[in-house]
């Protein structure tokens, strides 16, 4: 029984959801018995954090609907465009919220109050948050083998990046969370928890901005990797009947789904020998056949304008398949001829 394909990034973006709901609830109790800015900081992160993945859970399942009359290519861009809201949402509701936050309490100086539970509480979220991390790591380790960091970052799934990079501020927040408050404690300066709120903000406007940047790529059109883009044009130029590639154009519909278009130029003679060859004759003898009869003349020429688009039909077709076998990512080939 064939086993269903599993939706890339759906593992990571589901863990993070279930792990930033529980992180929510454990930092706004921690807010309640401390005050400490920071930690409101914290939980408006986690509750954006929570609401930008139910976003990009709607995205994924949604980009899974088949083709229709309405799409003929698909749903796959639904991803990217709930990503990008998503990303909107962490840049007005999580930096913003969190910005205000902390320059609030800076203006408004308020007690904070120090207590072990809120530390037991910053670790448990410490854990989780780190776990849901590794899932995203192991995700795209998994699906980019053999790539740099570099690489998996520009070419990463753009959930599953969401995820990754989300819960790395969410850690480093954490740090932020637990040294602002510890240093308003031990210094009496209340001032260094309203700063580790608005360095949180900030830390989360620039992951919005990354988001936003790389989705918007994918909403564009973005062109495949270069890498199977040059391999491509190998396959193309190799075959004997095209004499040039014209023109290649390419998008990403989803990712690991690509379309490929492209205009070449057959070579006519490499066709005309084909057809011979099939054949198992020669044009002279047709020539020799045909010689002063008109009649014979105009068969022969219907008989081999209805057998040249065949071959062209016919070799487009393998070099399709040949194409689809070794990048099985190229889903749709349009191959048009100059």
Not at 185 to 197: E, H, K
Not at 201 to 215: C, F, P, Q, R, V
Not at 234 to 261: H, M, Q, W
Request: with cysteine.
């Amino acid at each position: 029984m064939a086993t269903k394909k599993k939706t890339v990034g759906s593992l990571p973006v589901f863990a993070a959801i279930a792990g930033n709901i529980v992180v929510t609830i454990l930092k706004f109790v921690a807010f309640f018995f401390s005050g400490s800015s920071a930690m409101f900081s914290e939980g408006i992160h986690s509750i954006a954090d929570s609401a930008n993945q139910i976003l990009l859970a709607v995205g994924l399942r949604r980009s899974k609907k088949k083709a229709d009359e309405t799409f003929l290519y698909g749903y796959g861009n639904e991803r990217f465009f709930w990503a990008v809201i998503s990303a909107c949402s962490i840049f007005f509701f999580g930096a913003g919220v969190t910005i205000y936050k902390g320059i609030s309490a800076l203006r408004n100086i308020h007690e904070v109050h120090f207590s072990y539970f809120t530390l037991i509480i910053l670790a448990v979220s410490f854990v989780i948050e780190s776990t849901t991390l590794s899932l995203a790591i192991r995700e795209l380790k998994e699906h980019y083998p053999g790539k740099s960091a570099k690489e998996i970052f520009e070419h990463g799934d753009p959930s599953t990046m969401a995820v990754l990079l989300e819960d790395s501020v969410a850690l480093i927040g954490v740090l932020i969370a637990f040294l602002s408050i510890g240093l308003s404690y031990v210094t009496g300066q209340v001032y260094f928890d309203a700063i580790g709120s608005i360095i949180i903000g900030i830390m989360l406007g620039a992951i919005a901005i990354i988001l936003m940047s790389k989705n918007r790529q994918y909403l564009m059109g973005r062109a495949i990797p270069k890498e199977i883009q040059d391999e491509i044009i190998e396959i193309l130029e190799a075959e004997p009947g095209i004499e040039k590639v014209l023109d290649f154009k390419s998008n990403t519909l989803d990712i690991g789904v690509y379309r490929i278009k492209c205009e070449i130029e057959f070579n006519g003679y490499v066709l005309l020998k084909e057809i011979y060859q099939s054949r198992g004759t020669t044009l002279r003898n047709d020539y020799d056949d045909i010689k002063g009869d008109f009649e014979q003349f105009k068969k022969f020429c219907v008989e081999y304008a209805d057998r040249l688009p065949r071959l062209v039909g016919r070799k487009i077709d393998e070099i399709e398949s040949l194409i689809k076998q070794k990048h099985p990512s190229i889903k749709y080939i349009d191959i048009e001829i100059n």
